[in-house]
T-cell receptor, first 112, second 111 residues
């Protein structure tokens, strides 16, 4: 049972480049989330989804877009990467909103 | 969401109980207390949650005061592998799943 899988694990981008981070879960969870974590800080919610075809903004949504075309996948896009988006990105999922969230191992993204 | 206050760091001897406090004096009646931990740079791991009764599972116990303004996470026999940052989070049960992480408590378990 893979749980929550994030792809890629590491990536280096140049300012202005675009990329998509993929999150896949095999637990048939309805809710999925994207967080970012900067050094010495707790996680901050970027966007989340309460079901296939739905998305909503979290605390820090600017500069990111998301899509949930399939229930098992939640994509996070950076259209024009900026150095301020250098961070570790975590994806999570839960069966419903009040259930514990299961996290992936993170994607470490550096933007030069 | 109610704000939580945790000590930034704590030490615990291996094999002893680790008691991690959390203050949430502005908690509302429909808000639960959740605990997660993050080991090194891994993704956070769910530990336990509760509303007003004390809760216990295979990982830990959660003690919530009668007025619900504070709680304590207890790891009964801490091991070196319990060294991590522990986050106390208060959230309404029907709030769409959003977790607001604070700074947490960095627990160091020492031999």
């Amino acid at each position: 049972n893979a749980g929550v899988t994030q792809t890629p694990k590491f990536r280096v981008l140049k300012t202005g480049q675009s990329m998509t981070l993929l999150c896949a879960q095999d637990m048939n969870h309805e809710y999925m989330y994207w967080y970012r974590q900067d050094p010495g800080m707790g996680l901050r919610l970027i966007h989340y989804s309460v079901g296939e075809g739905t998305t909503a903004k979290g605390e820090v949504p600017d500069g990111y877009n998301v899509s949930r075309l399939k229930k098992q996948n939640f994509l996070l896009g950076l259209e024009s990467a900026a150095p301020s988006q250098t961070s570790v990105y975590f994806c999570a999922s839960s069966y419903v909103g009040n259930q514990p969230q299961h996290f992936g191992d993170g994607t470490r993204l550096s933007i030069l | 969401d109610a704000k939580t206050t945790q000590p930034p760091s704590m030490d615990c001897a291996e094999g002893r109980a680790a008691n991690l406090p959390c203050n949430h004096s502005t908690i509302s009646g429909n808000e639960y207390v959740y605990w997660y931990r993050q080991i090194h740079s891994q993704g956070p791991q769910y530990i336990i949650h509760g509303l007003k009764n004390n809760e216990t599972n295979e990982m830990a116990s959660l003690i919530i005061t009668e007025d619900r303004k504070s709680s304590t996470l207890i790891l009964p026999h801490a091991t070196l592998r319990d060294t991590a940052v522990y986050y106390c989070i208060v959230r309404a049960y029907n709030q769409g799943g959003k977790l607001i992480f604070g700074q947490g408590t960095e627990l160091s378990v020492k031999p």
